[in-house]
């Protein structure tokens, strides 16, 4: 395992311009804090631990992954940060002040394409403006606005069912940002596209950032998606669900697909690897089975 | 092929030869070009058939019924147990244009030939009950131009119109209350719980059983039709609204939540609209039922409406009137629902892809599917 063709520096070792950013983000307000939480499932006899005692700060503008294995409860913590479920234990804080239930000031994009099947695109965008009581002609003009930012302009006046995955996803996106969150939450947005679709929605989920004043929370299972896209990585592991390890992203800003090869991407993968998907135990991964083959065709 | 084999596989089990001969050598038929979805298969189970087979078989559809009627109605040796007499001969109780049993006829025929009178003469027939289709279809045309026997009765079209009334009188009361009490239940657990349980037993209670109630009540006219029909829509109408409501994807709600939504609004902008184009199909199914109720209702306190038609025509044994307005129903419950098919693909755009209450759509499309203006593109 431990042997690569070529040097790995440890993941670690920030280059001099990577860690003054790190320093600046620190320094910004925390807009999201999370304390102590806890969630369990079931009767209080029999309960079953979903996480305990995750804390976690997100300061202003600042892009956290949340990454895990299936079962560490990722997304049950992004579930109770957006008020959607209620916690066992501790609290979250968003701007110092104590979530109850789901807001407008926390924006969500689920993983299920959650448009509005009967209204248009322009109208789903317009969807929280007009939740907020602001009037027609304003929704309307912001709306088009925000579709102009995810480019989708031209499909204004189409039904979602018109539109292909990545498309929903962008204006699922355009939807929350419009409300003008003070944190956007992304449950695993990008799980159901092909990957191809994948890694542009990443991309342009990047360069929306950069133009909105947004902070944004993010849960995947897919490690390079975490390593493309974050400053700050929150790694859980399950049984129970708890935060193993907070990484500080390596790789430089501006983000490319040219540096999915650079030492410093590699080099944090191949940790996030090791936290994901710890060695197992060749013996108990064996399944019992009996040879059916013939042989002269024996596989590996 | 053998010898290829490493040493150790030779005394190999006789399915293992098999696997590996097939494997190596030619398979066994030659490829075949993977065949068109289309041409002879009419019973491909996947695939819906083509709009054109489609109309075909819904054509049929109506077409085979009537055929088998036509058969048995023209075919003089299929069936028609009667002898419609044209000369009654010597038989003293024999009569023009009587219908008698076939027996009884070939039996006084016989008595008669060995008597030596004059045999009677005739054809033969189906009974009265069982019109040709030519005498059913003159009678959509008659039975509307025939005035009442009676000065007191009323003609066709006031019948229809009659009984048309009563049901969507029954139908609007029914759904004022019962569509706000079944989203209600559908949305919250409260009224759920509350009302759900009552309903369920009630509506086990078959409606005509309230028949003499309604006439104590309400008097015998329209009152009692009107509540009979009430009474065997509106429970069923909560139950199935309720549940239509229930199935709202809750992922859309809790987007909803998340952009501010609560509360009233919730109701009024997510849940309704989310559930509106199923509730309109229930509406639809609904309807049909209470058609059904319509015939029971109207036999109570003094009969009205068309079910009055029917009885007094069949006292009159003027079967194919009978038949034309049993038809005549079909027609209208039929047209109408496609009536309302059609308007829901109108009002409810987003729902134009997907399929009708009935299942697949079966007639030819009326509307093209909502595209926009510019081309799709991948993402």
């Known amino acids: ?300 | 092929m053998a010898a290829a084999l490493p040493p150790s596989q030779e005394s190999a089990p006789p399915i293992a030869e098999v696997r590996t001969l097939s494997a190596g050598g030619k398979s066994p038929s030659p490829h075949r070009p993977t065949r068109r979805a289309s041409g002879r298969d009419w019973l491909g189970l996947k695939t819906d058939l083509p709009p054109k087979r489609r109309a075909v078989l819904a054509f049929l559809s109506f077409l085979l019924p009537l055929a088998l009627w036509c058969v048995v109605s023209y075919t003089p040796w299929i069936w028609h147990p009667y002898v419609r007499i044209t000369a009654p001969g010597d038989v003293d109780y024999f009569m023009e244009e009587m219908d008698v049993p076939r027996a009884d006829y070939e039996r006084e025929w016989a008595k008669m030939q060995m008597e030596g009178s004059t045999v009677p003469e005739g054809y033969r027939a189906n009974p009265p009950y069982l019109p040709a289709p030519h005498a059913v279809a003159r009678a959509f045309y008659t039975a509307f131009t025939t005035e009442p026997r009676l000065p007191n009765e009323p003609w066709l079209h006031e019948s229809l119109g009659h009984s048309i009334r009563t049901i969507l009188s029954a139908f609007l009361i029914s759904s004022l209350i019962g569509v706000p009490l079944g989203v209600l239940c559908g949305t919250y657990r409260f009224f759920s719980r509350l009302q759900e349980p009552f309903i369920e037993f009630f509506r086990y209670l078959p409606a005509p059983a309230f028949g003499a109630l309604c006439v104590a009540v309400l008097g015998i006219d329209d009152g009692p039709k009107i509540a009979i029909i009430v009474i065997g829509t509106f429970f069923q109408q909560v139950l199935v609204i309720g549940n239509t409501v229930r199935k709202v994807d809750p992922a859309l709600i809790e987007a909803a939540q998340t952009l501010g939504a609560r509360g009233w609004k919730l109701l009024r902008k997510v849940v309704i609209p989310a559930s509106i184009s199923d509730i309109y199909t229930d509406m639809r199914i609904l309807l049909g039922w209470a058609w059904t109720y319509l015939i029971v209702a109207e036999v109570v306190g003094t009969m009205s409406g068309i079910t009055f038609f029917i009885n007094q025509q069949a006292r009159y044994r003027n079967f194919e009137n009978v038949y034309a307005a049993i038809i005549i129903i079909g027609i209208i419950g039929f047209a109408s629902d496609m009536l309302l098919a059609f308007i829901g693909r109108i009002i409810f755009p987003w729902k134009r892809r997907t399929r009708s209450a009935s299942g697949s759509r079966w007639w030819p499309r009326m509307l093209p599917p909502r595209v926009p203006s510019a081309p799709l593109s991948a993402a």
């Not at chain 1, 979903?50 to 079962?71: K, M, N, Q, W, Y």
């Open chain 1, 1 to 300: 395992m431990s042997s690569v063709e070529f040097d790995i520096p440890d993941y670690r070792e920030l280059a001099p311009a990577v860690a003054a950013r790190f320093e600046r983000i620190r320094q910004r307000q925390v807009i999201l804090s999370v304390r102590g939480l806890e969630k369990k499932f079931g009767a209080s006899g029999a309960s079953q631990t979903a996480f305990a005692d995750v804390s976690l700060d997100i300061h202003r503008r600042e892009f956290i992954c949340v990454i895990g294995p299936s079962g560490c409860g990722k997304s049950t913590l992004i579930r109770i940060i957006a008020g959607l479920d209620d916690a066992t234990g501790g609290e979250v804080l968003l701007d110092g002040h104590s979530v109850t239930g789901p807001g407008p000031d926390r924006g969500m994009v689920f993983q299920g394409y959650t448009l509005f099947p009967w209204r248009t695109v322009r109208k789903n965008v317009m969807f929280g403006l007009e939740m907020q009581g602001k009037d027609p002609g304003t929704a309307d003009a912001e709306a088009r606005q925000w579709l102009d930012m995810v480019g989708l302009a031209k499909f204004e006046n189409a039904y979602p069912h018109e539109l292909s995955g990545g498309m929903k996803q962008r204006v699922a996106i355009a939807r929350a940002l419009a409300n003008e969150p003070r944190i956007l939450l992304m449950d695993e947005p990008f799980g159901a596209l092909d990957a191809q679709t994948r890694c542009q929605m990443q991309s342009y989920l990047l360069q929306i950032w950069k133009k909105v004043d947004v902070t944004i929370l993010f849960i995947t299972h897919d490690l390079e998606e975490a390593a493309y896209l974050a400053d700050r990585i929150v790694v859980m592991g399950s049984n129970p669900g708890r935060v193993v390890e907070f990484i500080d992203n390596p790789v430089p800003r501006p983000r490319t697909s040219a540096q999915f090869l650079g030492a410093e991407f590699l080099a944090l993968k191949r940790r996030l690897e090791e936290l994901i998907h710890p060695p197992f135990e060749a013996e108990e991964e064996r399944l019992p089975m009996v040879k059916l083959t013939a042989a002269g065709d024996d596989v590996e």
